[in-house]
């Protein structure tokens, strides 16, 4: 269950999408008074989105405000990002968003409104200060909030984490919300319509490069090692090749991809080194059993994987190989407790890989 408030004062982040809508509907129903906020990260941000989340305050009567802040978020997640990309590196602006952005820099500028409580329309439980898997596993968020400090966790809330999407858009309906029916949004959160590499080529330029087999043979070419990503299978133009090809290994000083068959050894992984480790529990606590036995996700909707967990090494061996592992990207750990249930133990960045 998901943490219930009653007569609370409650910021809630609202996005204009259904999610958000729904859990300011919630807490609303509860008897708590909201402060509704919208932010505009970039250029790219929808107008209408910004009008819906309007129109579901009004009908919720409660304040809204929009806060613009693009100038704080292309310098704390835009810049990074490409410079990761550019360093070869597949960084998760959304982890660093959530982070940065939303259960940091928003709650330093709202302190003097003296909420209780940060809401979001995040698919993920809150309970007396733990942070657990979202009953709709499809629409599960939690492995892009491992960044969260520990400590914020007992003021933040997640009204939709016991919900199913389908149940969400049904409340939506039934309290006549006007984005019931709105589809969910795709891709990074602040692109909107933009594709990811269309954004980068206004950083990075076009270089082009080699591509080779797993065998060392050139068998293509690419137009830069930071629009693709290894796992990556799209995007990769190699006429004449009988594929298909998947991004093994990036070589960014000499601007080389190596690509390998599904089958090949060389796209598989044993063990990742980690780096920027976070922890939603107090370290101190977790036995070495527990590091023995946890469970892995380094890629968002990846199925689950039993590691080793070494924290003198961070190092995290896997308990069988695993393929498209990206370094930059999140290593996120959670614990399965005796209901079955896995809440995030905290998580981590993949330096690098072996």
Known sequence: MVEKTKNKKILVLMSGGVDSSVAAVLLKKDGNKLIGV??????????????EARRVAE?????????????????????????????????????ECNRLIKFDLIEKKLKPLGFDFLATGHYARIESGRLYTAKDKNKDQSYFLWGIKRSRLKKI???????????????????????????DSQGICFLGDISLNDYLKEFLPIKIGQVLNS???VIGQHSGYYFLTEGQRHGLDLKNQLGPYYVALKKPR?????????????????????????????????????????FVRVRYRQPLVQVQFDPGKKELKFAQSIRAVALGQSAVFYEKNKDNDFFLLGGAVIASKF
């Open 254 to 294: 000499k601007n080389i991809l190596v690509v390998a068959k599904a089958t090949e050894p060389i796209l598989k992984t044993k063990a990742i080194r980690l780096k920027k480790i976070n922890w939603l529990v107090d370290p101190s606590k977790l036995s070495q059993k527990m590091l023995e036995n946890i």
């Open 215 to 217: 065998r060392g043979q």
């Open 59 to 95: 009908i919720l009567k409660i304040p809204f405000y929009v806060f613009d802040i693009s100038r704080e978020y292309e310098e704390k997640i835009v810049r990074p990002m490409i410079k990761e990309y550019a360093l070869g590196r597949t960084p998760n602006p959304d982890v």
């Open 38 to 51: 919208h932010l505009k990260l970039s250029r790219f941000c929808q107008p209408e989105d910004e009008v």
């Open 157 to 183: 809330l997640m009204p939709i984490g016991d919900y199913l999407k389908s149940e969400v858009r049904e409340l939506a309906k039934k309290f006549n919300l006007p984005n019931f029916a709105k589809k």
